[in-house]
């Protein structure tokens, strides 16, 4: 018997061997889909494989395993873990790639702040370790939790995993009653590829990089695995604390070290960019002989008083940038260019390439951007690659930094083929037909199909269930595509009608292949689960074009329940004060508002958003450290100068506490904060009868004076 025997050929005791080998083929591929971020097979290989086996198992009934992989929808390894929510949120950086964006960030900051060029302003600066971020939380010098990151707020619990690693002790002696101390997990390049060796010999797995290997050895539910893992940690901040380390992030380090934490030894302190930038180049230079893969240098402000004055964004701290290395490169043939067709309708040219080696990691296709892109123009039609034109069959130069998409950087014009023909964007929609169409000033060719066309759809609805959207558990893309496909879920809505629609009578979902009784029901139980949710995600999960995770994030604090929101959204236009206000969001511009405001005009998109509302528990959104604070869900407006920060800051620190900053006064307006030089503001202030302070009341108040 081999893999291939037809079934009709395979005895009852081939049958149970090829049972059990599909069994581990499909957990295996199931675990490098869904827990080691690295999927080891294709698609298409995976499906023929679960075909396979449902197609025996119908031959042979009483052969069905009990562990049989019809049953199971694919998670599982993921869900073994219990959730943790971080009590201080793990962030992460912003990115800068070359010296004028990190001459810019210091300018930022000094601006925010209110200082001079000149003035003294210290920074630190370090490797950025490519590895997985960690939290371990130490109670009275114990180590009593560790998280990974996760989304961010919610990471997943690892502690028996991490008390295997060397590098992270399990007592503390002279450390704050808690602390939490946060750092990378990473594998050195020595130990992984002896991993690797082992792996190889053993019949199991190898990993793609070093990376990928620490992370799939750190989420391991059996942390015995972990232990044979060689796992290091480097320590190089800190969560929620008792009593403050220092007064500097380098103090603060130096503490980390003198616990009993591995810190990195080329991490220096620096006075200015020129410094700053010297220390990268000296990173960059012995990058190569480390021993660990690291992707770049970070730099932080010092003085933890001016990081807490910065403070953060919704996602990176104002006070840190991540200076990334330049990407790697290398050449390949451009075999194809398809074309995809994504939820906003945008259809994008991808490069189909000979798979090649690019940094450790085989790229196989590359993004295209759009039509000027390939015709050698950058979207001011000034050229890009001196000009040169992306042909199928052209030899291209592929780059990849960090885990982005790989892009096309060059072309070589002496390999261009004789037959080589310039490459022709498609007039209408590959997926339905539709025209697709080019507004002036938009780079990108759109499919108009709207709601019509089936690529818009599914890549909505795969939104729609993705990690930062709804993440219901056994409801991913894949089976997203697949219920679509048959006409099962046509939009957002008819998910939450799956259980009333197939749960029972003719057609039911415990009959499908790759389906059972109990897989159906725990998808059911989770969509129900999913019914109560955050507003953030809601808004998000929209879909709508221009409004990422982050941006939804504030739209959920800024108007708090889902009525004023769509209330707002739907009364929207250029110019009036639902504009207005919607504009007044820090991180909102015109083009995220226009694009809120057509999507709520559309009375397709109305009705297919309250099919969807109709079934949903939507929990209204909190300001972030609101609780208690004296200016929660106020309105602030702030007017004349303020000596002590600058505007930005004030408002900054003003929506971290809860309050909401306005720019005019109305009679909603709760406090006005006038500094001198204040006039019409102030007046109408006192003509509505709102409480106004100066400067110095309002620092009280917030109890930052
Ligand atoms: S500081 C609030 N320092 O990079 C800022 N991060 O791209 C916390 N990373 O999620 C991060 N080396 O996993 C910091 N020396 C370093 C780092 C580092 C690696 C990772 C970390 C973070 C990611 C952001």
Redesign the pocket.
């Known amino acids: 018997m081999t893999a291939t025997t037809p079934i009709q050929d395979l005895s009852p005791s081939d049958a149970k061997v090829e049972l059990a080998r599909l069994a581990d083929l499909l957990a295996q591929a199931n675990a490098a889909y869904h827990t080691a971020d690295a999927p080891d097979i294709s698609d298409a290989d995976y499906d023929a494989l679960k075909r396979r086996n449902a197609e025996i198992e119908a031959q042979f009934p009483d052969l069905k395993r009990a562990d049989s992989p019809s049953e199971q929808v694919g998670a599982a390894p993921a869900e073994g873990f219990s959730k943790v929510a971080h009590a201080v949120a793990?962030?992460?950086?912003a990115?800068a790639f070359d010296d004028a964006d990190i001459a810019e960030f210091d300018q930022r900051i000094r601006k925010y702040l209110g200082l001079g060029v000149d003035a003294p302003l210290n920074y630190t600066a370090?490797?950025?370790?490519?590895?997985?971020?960690l939290s371990l939380r130490y109670e009275q010098g114990e180590l009593v939790q560790a998280a990974t990151?996760g989304d961010g707020a919610i990471g997943e619990n690892v502690t028996a995993n991490a008390r295997t690693i060397d590098d992270i002790p399990q007592r503390l002696s002279g450390a704050p009653d808690i602390l939490e101390v946060?750092?990378?997990v990473y594998m050195s390049h020595p130990d992984f590829e002896q991993l690797n060796v082992r792996q190889g010999e053993a019949g199991q797995k190898t990993f793609a990089n070093p990376r990928n290997a620490a992370a799939g050895s750190l989420r391991q539910l059996d942390a015995s695995i972990t232990r044979a893992r060689p796992l290091r940690f480097?320590a190089?901040?800190w969560g929620a604390l008792s009593d403050p380390l220092s007064d500097t992030q380098s103090g603060a380090i130096a503490q980390l070290k003198s616990l009993g934490f591995q810190t990195?030894p080329l991490t220096a302190l620096c006075n200015g960019t020129d410094e700053m930038i010297a220390h990268y180049r000296e990173i960059e230079q012995r990058r190569a002989s480390l021993g660990y893969d690291?992707d770049g240098v970070?730099y932080?402000v010092d003085d933890l008083a001016l990081q807490g004055r910065l403070g953060f964004r919704s996602t990176?701290?104002r006070w840190?940038i991540?200076h990334k290395f330049p990407a790697e490169l290398a050449w390949t043939r451009l075999e194809a260019i398809d074309i995809q067709v994504g939820r906003t309708g945008a259809l994008s040219p991808v490069a189909r390439l000979t798979p090649v080696t690019v940094g450790g990691v085989v790229v196989s296709n590359a993004t295209l951007h759009n039509e000027d892109y390939i015709a050698g123009r950058d979207n001011k039609g000034e050229a890009i690659r001196d000009g040169k034109d992306i042909r199928v069959g052209d030899w291209v130069q592929v780059y990849r930094a960090g885990d982005v998409i790989p892009k096309v950087a060059d072309v070589d014009m002496s390999k261009r083929p004789e037959d080589a023909v310039p490459f022709q964007m498609p007039t209408h929609c590959p997926q339905c037909g539709s025209d697709a169409v080019r507004e002036p000033g938009d780079a990108v060719r759109r499919c108009t199909g709207g709601l019509i066309c089936p690529a818009q759809a599914v890549e909505k609805l795969k939104h729609f269930v993705g990690r930062a959207a709804f993440d219901i558990d056994g409801l991913g893309a894949k089976q997203v595509e697949q219920f679509h496909a048959d006409g099962w879920i046509k939009e957002p809505a008819d998910i939450f009608t799956l259980r009333e629609r197939y749960g029972t009578g003719m057609q039911q979902l415990k009959n499908r292949e790759g389906w059972g009784e109990k897989s159906a029901s725990n998808l059911f139980d989770a969509i129900d689960v999913s019914r109560q949710v955050a507003l953030g995600r809601v808004i998000f999960a929209l879909g709508i074009r221009h409004v990422g995770d982050a941006a939804a994030n504030l739209l959920a604090i800024h108007y708090g329940t889902w009525e004023v929101f769509s209330t707002a959204m739907r009364r929207a236009e250029e110019g009036n004060d639902a504009w207005e206000d919607l504009l007044s969001i820090d991180g909102v511009g015109g083009v995220m508002a226009k694009s809120l405001a057509t999507t709520f005009n559309q009375d397709a998109e109305i009705a297919s958003i309250d099919r969807l509302v109709a079934h949903l528990d939507i929990e209204d959104a909190k300001r972030p450290d609101a609780d208690g604070s004296p200016v929660a869900g106020k309105t602030v407006v702030f007017t004349g100068t303020l000596e002590k920060m600058t505007r930005a800051e004030a408002k900054a620190r003003a929506e971290a506490l809860g309050a909401k900053v306005s720019g005019s006064v109305s009679a909603k307006t709760d406090l006005l904060v006038a500094g001198p030089g204040a006039g019409s503001k102030a007046k109408k202030a006192a003509d509505l009868g709102i409480e106004t302070l100066d400067e110095d009341g309002w620092l009280d108040l917030i109890g930052a004076s």
């Open positions: 793990m962030l992460s950086l990115n370090e490797p950025k370790i490519d590895g997985l971020s990151r946060r750092g990378e480097f190089y901040a990195n690291i970070v932080k990176t701290p840190a991540a």
